[in-house]
């Protein structure tokens, strides 16, 4: 039987204590996270034609990113091998080394599915990355919003980016305008990479340079609040489905338990703020949405 100090870290543990978590829920959620991809799993990532992808870069710190998928991507019991490289791997200097660890979410937008790996690089070349499998698990469509993405029109552009300052025009419409945001995070033993969701607004600007958002109620395995007990970083991948284009950007990670700030949002349990160290605009980073349905918060 998975005990939960094997499966959650000290940090995991940590916010889970302070959030009250139940022993025995701990114990379900234990046996919940697999070391390996249940054949449903196998066949969702197949089927999907983007993946997000959370990595470290050279010097450490956490980028949250995508995959595109031109070509189906493979996926055995301990490994997904994806023809693809992650966008703006080379501008972000992304650690692809083998040994590196890495994390994959898989969402299909359409029926609101997600599963998420985090596991170890193997190999990455040009046109592959493939990860070898450390967790496995499923997420609950909470917080998605259903999409169609227009993949009509064939592969994408090659993706463009530049680094920008937080306060850019771009980067400033992006952000006030996000549903739906990617968070990457890590601690010692691995990567983790999640959605967040909400109204749009629900990633707040602050006068002081940081961003802000609510964490609401949700699987109480504290992946990534744990990480960032941890390591005290996150990165962000904010996309714009109108448009196909996305922010990227790395840095400082704190949690804020304050009854008051969460009060601040309906629903909230605690605040995440984002301090951004690196922040950069992508063209072309996705494809555009044909069309999206609001759901009832």
């Known amino acids: 039987m998975a005990r939960p100090d094997h499966v959650f870290h ?9 959030a009250g978590v139940p022993a025995e829920w701990r114990l379900r959620a234990a046996r919940a996270i697999q070391a390996s991809l249940p054949a449903q799993h196998q066949a969702f990532f197949e089927s999907l034609p983007l993946l997000f992808a959370g990595l470290r870069d050279m010097q450490g710190r956490p980028w949250a990113t995508i995959c595109p998928l031109p070509t189906q991507a493979q996926a055995t019991s301990t490994r997904l091998t994806m023809r693809t ?18 994390a994959v979410l898989g969402l299909d937008f359409a029926t609101r599915r997600r599963n998420r790996m985090n596991g170890v690089v193997t190999a990455a070349a040009v046109d592959v990355l493939s990860i070898d499998v450390e967790q496995s698990f499923g997420n609950c469509p909470k917080y998605i919003r259903t999409r169609d993405l227009d993949l009509t029109a ?16 771009a980067a400033r419409r992006i952000i006030s305008s996000a549903d739906t945001f990617f968070i990457a995070t890590y601690a010692k033993d691995g990567a983790d990479v999640s959605h967040r969701g909400g109204r749009p607004g629900v990633l707040r600007q602050n006068a002081g340079g940081s961003l802000s958002f609510p964490d609401y109620a949700g699987n109480r395995f504290y992946n990534t609040l744990g990480n960032i007990e941890v390591s005290g970083r996150a990165g962000l991948f904010i996309p714009d489905f109108t448009s196909g284009e996305a922010i990227l950007l790395t840095g400082k990670a704190g949690i804020d338990w304050s009854p008051a700030r969460a009060a601040e949002y309906e629903q909230a349990e605690r605040i995440l703020d984002i301090y951004p160290e690196d922040v950069w605009y992508a063209r072309h980073a996705l494809p ?7 759901l009832d918060w």
């Open 288 to 294: 555009r949405d044909a069309y999206a349905d609001a």
């Open 85 to 102: 490289r992650p966008v703006l791997a080379e501008p972000l200097g992304l650690d692809l080394r083998a040994g590196s660890k890495a």
């Open 154 to 169: 064939g592969p994408l552009p090659p993706a463009e980016g530049v680094r920008v300052a937080l306060g850019d025009a």
């Open 10 to 18: 000290a940090g995991e543990r940590t916010v889970q204590d302070r």
